[in-house]
């Protein structure tokens, strides 16, 4: 398992990792909730079809370092990002509290 953090991050996140075309499809579908976070990639775009609950979607470029966040309840399809590499999942209401915020880079760490 991966953790990630950012500036705002007091302690590491657990961090799962998605990168396999089948995992990157499941994602956080038939789940009841996620401690940490999921992260797909490459992706530039997700939706909750199917989804138990509400998301924070942080949209990442190359570096990490993150374009948007966006709150989707389930039963929603966002649009593709331009320029997102990579899209990170978390509980709504996580990333606020682990000041993942646009401008911010995230920094993956294995283990």
Known sequence: MATF???GTPEPVLLELAESA???RRGLL??????????LSPANSVHTLGMRFAVDVAYLDRELRVLAVRTMRPGRIGLPRPRARHVLEAE???????GVRRGVRVVVRDG
């Open 5 to 7: 953090t950012t500036y």
């Open 92 to 98: 709504a209401g996580a990333m606020e509290r682990w």
């Open 30 to 39: 038939r789940r009841e909730g996620i401690e940490g976070a999921l992260l």
């Open 22 to 24: 089948r995992a990157r």
